[in-house]
């Protein structure tokens, strides 16, 4: 009686923590008015309060064991690492890239996966990016985004960081298409941890120049991540910034071209492919490369008398400015 007296007790205190629990989220969430709050973050009290725990443990845990890393293994060592960890991440490149339909992009993602295993002892030496063969960056929720699933609200998730209630998919799918999710737990969660460890030590530099420059960073972490994403989601078709037709300028990777895109080799962003008008003179000759800007054909011999020089602003479709007081040579 006793014990099933005591089960009861501990049962009846989770359901009261848990009660409270999310009625202190409920709390937080609905404090989230005001004038300046973001429409697309309607949980930043709460998603404050999540951030300020990972940046206090990134500031005090996280920071200086990457630190230590950097400081006392030789370069070779953690570049090898990293090139280690983003063979695996590849195995998720080409599983979304088939999910959206890329095949162009995720027969690139295994070619990558084999040239680097095998050539590159297991991936420890990235020898498909020198060959021509780009990394990609795709995932679960990038997925949901291409089939136009929204992304929802700004999320901060413990211990994991910025993401979204599409993006936080991400996490629980990509998982399983990581081979380490199949090894023994003796080999996965140290290699784990050497994974974080070693994407940390990456942004170092990063996270010392956002405290430097930001004056908020919750914000500016925030407004960082839900533009990165757009960009990968879109190819950067949303940006609000203009083109100044880059005739070498591709599509970032990962990333397929906005609808209404060029094909390659053409001039995508030229004015006509943007719909602005074209200011092409017509008495342009074409170079013989195909461009503009060769010399005029040198006058005919046989042309008739009186009929204008093809170099003139009349032969070539321009408007004739003639001083009317002008009297012809030798009159």
């Not at 973050?41 to 500031?59: A, V």
């Not at 998720?92 to 040239?115: E, G, V």
């Not at 990165?228 to 100044?244: F, H, K, M």
């Given at each position: 009686?006793?014990?099933?007296s005591?089960?009861?007790?501990a ?6 923590g848990?009660?409270?629990a999310i ?11 005001g004038p300046?709050?973001?429409p697309?973050?309607?949980?930043e ?5 999540i951030?300020t725990?990972?940046d206090t443990l ?5 920071k ?5 890393y950097?400081?006392y293994t030789p370069?070779p ?6 090139n ?5 991440g590849?195995f998720s ?6 999910l959206?339909l890329k095949?162009?992009d995720?027969t690139?993602?295994l070619?990558?996966?084999a040239m680097n295993?095998v050539?590159?002892?297991?991936g420890?030496i990235?020898?498909?990016?020198p060959?021509?063969l780009?990394k990609h960056?795709q995932d ?10 929204p992304s ?8 994991l960081?910025p993401s979204?209630f ?9 998982w399983?298409?990581?081979?380490l ?6 080999i996965r969660?140290?290699?784990y941890?050497l994974?974080f460890?070693?994407a940390?030590?990456?942004?170092i530099g990063?996270t010392d120049?956002?405290?430097q420059?930001?004056l908020d960073?919750y914000?500016f972490?925030r407004?960082?991540?839900?533009q990165?994403?757009q ?6 078709g949303?940006a609000?910034?203009p083109d100044?037709?880059d ?5 970032p990777?990962g990333?397929s071209a906005p609808?209404?895109?060029s ?5 995508g962003g030229g004015?006509?492919?943007?719909g ?6 017509p008495?342009?000759?074409?170079s ?5 800007g060769?010399k005029?054909p040198?006058p005919?011999e046989n042309?008739?008398k009186?009929?204008?020089s093809p170099?003139?602003?009349?032969a070539?479709?321009?408007p004739q ?9 030798g009159?």
């Amino acid at each position: 009686m006793k014990s099933g007296s005591t089960a009861l007790t501990a049962r009846a205190v989770r359901r009261l923590g848990l009660s409270l629990a999310i009625a202190g989220a409920l709390a937080t969430t609905g404090c989230a008015t005001g004038p300046d709050r973001n429409p697309k973050d309607p949980l930043e009290p709460m998603n404050r309060k999540i951030f300020t725990f990972n940046d206090t443990l990134d500031t005090y845990v996280a920071k200086p064991v990457a630190q230590f890393y950097v400081d006392y293994t030789p370069s070779p060592f953690r570049t090898a690492v990293s090139n280690f960890f983003s063979n695996l991440g590849d195995f998720s490149n080409f599983a979304n890239n088939l999910l959206q339909l890329k095949i162009t992009d995720a027969t690139q993602d295994l070619m990558r996966i084999a040239m680097n295993s095998v050539f590159g002892i297991g991936g420890l030496i990235d020898i498909a990016s020198p060959a021509g063969l780009p990394k990609h960056h795709q995932d679960f929720g990038l997925t949901l985004g291409h089939y136009g699933m929204p992304s929802g609200p700004y999320l901060v998730l413990p211990l994991l960081g910025p993401s979204s209630f599409r993006d936080a998919t991400t996490w629980a799918v990509d998982w399983r298409v990581n081979p380490l999710s199949y090894s023994e737990a003796e080999i996965r969660w140290p290699l784990y941890g050497l994974n974080f460890v070693s994407a940390r030590a990456d942004l170092i530099g990063a996270t010392d120049l956002l405290s430097q420059a930001a004056l908020d960073k919750y914000a500016f972490v925030r407004d960082a991540y839900t533009q990165r994403r757009q960009y990968l989601l879109t190819g950067g078709g949303a940006a609000s910034l203009p083109d100044y037709g880059d005739e070498g300028a591709s599509a970032p990777e990962g990333a397929s071209a906005p609808e209404g895109a060029s094909a390659p080799g053409s001039t995508g962003g030229g004015s006509t492919g943007q719909g602005l008008p074209t200011y092409v003179d017509p008495g342009a000759a074409a170079s013989p490369a195909g461009g503009v800007g060769g010399k005029a054909p040198a006058p005919q011999e046989n042309a008739p008398k009186g009929a204008p020089s093809p170099s003139s602003s009349k032969a070539q479709g321009l408007p004739q400015y003639e001083d009317p007081a002008a009297q012809p040579a030798g009159k």
